[in-house]
């Protein structure tokens, strides 16, 4: 069982993405339609990325959205998350009209998406670079409450075909992409800047709630807390990769939005269910070998308590989420920020991160359908499969009887401690 794992650690992960060509698509991302996968449709998008020191004072003002395309921009991503069967009921705002549009994407498993995305680009770079957002084409295709997003593109590279992946695997709601690099202006950001923090730029969503990606994640909040977002199935997570100098021992860091505090790390150590430390269990059990932290286990400092969309998930007023952290009493966990170096990044490890979510959150299928034991997923026309995962445990627990996967399973929390 040992060896399975090792096998899988040892392989050549690095590089899987990178040393990829970058498809010939010319200059408009409606190429990337012709993508056979939701992931390399992901990965062509990324390549019209605002790239580094793009902007300038002038050419980041004119590329922002005035009002009435910032209001465009958060009602059809609305839209988008109403859609039952059919993506071109939706209608394109006319603010938006001619440089954005909504398609029907089918890739070659037969599953489709609704695809909101930037049509324009100059020189391989989107002229305006607010995002791109991808839901299921039908309800029914929808098995989970869980809102998977990639917010630093281009720099955090692989994220936005890894989180394509997740996405559809594990039948969440909703894919949001953002459209510009984080160092697509050099600026420090106007909402979160101290001299100390470097690499917080006008252009990073992570700290500047004036970029696009924070308008479209309060619509996706706001639309899923309307309906419910109980913890046992639904969450918000955002996928970021590291650098293998950061944080050096941390293959995966998980944070709720909350840091080192005393406070904080008990947040994380008491006994109560919260959807970021059962994603860490997964993790952790389906990769033993490696640190899959939480801020408690070590000192890795990228615990997004300044995620300004952390911070709103987490109860923070809209309007006060530039200068107010989150605090302990009002964390849910349903915000999960996720840090992981590139091996956890690549295509090998797709399937294990799919599984892990898949385990961590459970179904909401629509009335009539019941989960596929084979996938994981609402289906109709199927028996009711067993409580387990069984991709899960095919890659979990190779030629394991279901007693022993059991009994193993009691004794991961253990291993956990150690
Ligand atoms: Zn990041």
Known sequence: MFGFWLSHLTLPLLGLWSSQPRSDVGDSPSLCLHSKTLER????LEEFIVPRGYYDRVSYNAAQPDTLQRTAWSNIISSLLHVDGNCSSIQVPIPLKGFYDVVTFTENTGASFCVFFELTADCHAYRKGWGAMIVPARREAVSRNVHISAPHPGFDV?????AAYIFKATG???????????TAFLNPSPCISTPS???YYETDPAPNNREPFFDASLVIYDWQQRRGCPSSTCAYIQ????????????????SAGLGHSSTSKAWYINSND???KRLRGHLQLALPLWNVSLPPDSSCALTATRNVVGRYINGVNEHSVCHTGAGPSEVSGKFIHVEQDDTSRGAELYMMWAAAVRRTFGTTCVEGMSVDPNTGLCAYSRPRGPAGDPVFDSVMF?????SVRVQWLMWVPLLNDL
């Open 41 to 44: 449709l992901a990965e062509c």
């Open 158 to 162: 692989g994220t936005p075909a890894q």
């Open 172 to 182: 969440s709601k909703s894919l949001l992409i953002a459209g510009r690099t984080r």
């Open 197 to 199: 923090l470097s690499g």
């Open 239 to 254: 996928m970021h990769g590291k650098g293998s100098s950061t944080c050096p021992l941390d293959q995966i860091f998980l």
């Open 274 to 276: 919260r959807p970021v």
């Open 398 to 402: 190779p030629g394991l009887s279901r």
